[in-house]
């Protein structure tokens, strides 16, 4: 009987391990009526293959008065890609549709809403800037961050 419970706790730890090493490659950030994310910084483990950011949008606004996205770019692209967005306008999330510059992106939300985008890691390099903002007109300025692969 006790190497049935040793057994068990050792499957138990490898899936507790898995389920550890599945939450790095995932971030949760909040944005608020106050025009600002909780988080003005995300490191991406190199081992990612795929990361995920789920967004919420904390506040109570809806989208048309003060709504948020995540959107993610080289950090030298970032006011190129946010004059771009907000040239697409609100149906298109402040997105430009077809932007290579963007490397992933939610939708636009409003508040209470949710969204996640899962991309793939390929393409990010380590020492590489990396900027994250909200592309609705005006935000970027304050809601902004900066998104590192670890070494």
């Known amino acids: 009987m006790a190497q ?52 919420k949008h904390a506040g109570k606004l809806p989208k048309t008065a003060m ?11 970032q006011q190129a890609v946010v004059a771009d967005g907000i040239a697409a306008g609100a149906a298109k999330d402040y997105v430009a549709a077809g932007d290579k510059r963007v490397l992933a992106h939610t939708k636009l939300l409003g508040g209470g809403e949710a969204d996640a985008v899962t991309f793939s890691t390929a393409a990010l390099k380590a ?6 903002f909200c592309s609705f007109p005006g935000h970027a300025a304050l ?9």
């Open 67 to 77: 709504g948020h996205n995540w959107v993610l770019s080289k950090a030298a692209d």
């Open 127 to 132: 020492g590489d800037s990396y900027a994250y």
């Open 143 to 151: 809601m902004k961050g900066t998104l590192t692969v670890a070494k």
């Open 4 to 55: 049935q419970w040793k057994a068990l706790a050792l499957v138990l730890a490898i899936g507790a391990g898995a389920s550890a090493h599945a939450a790095d490659c995932s971030v949760e950030i909040e944005g608020n009526d106050a025009m600002q994310f909780n988080k003005n910084a995300i490191t991406v483990p190199q081992s990612c293959k795929q990361f995920t950011v789920k967004l």
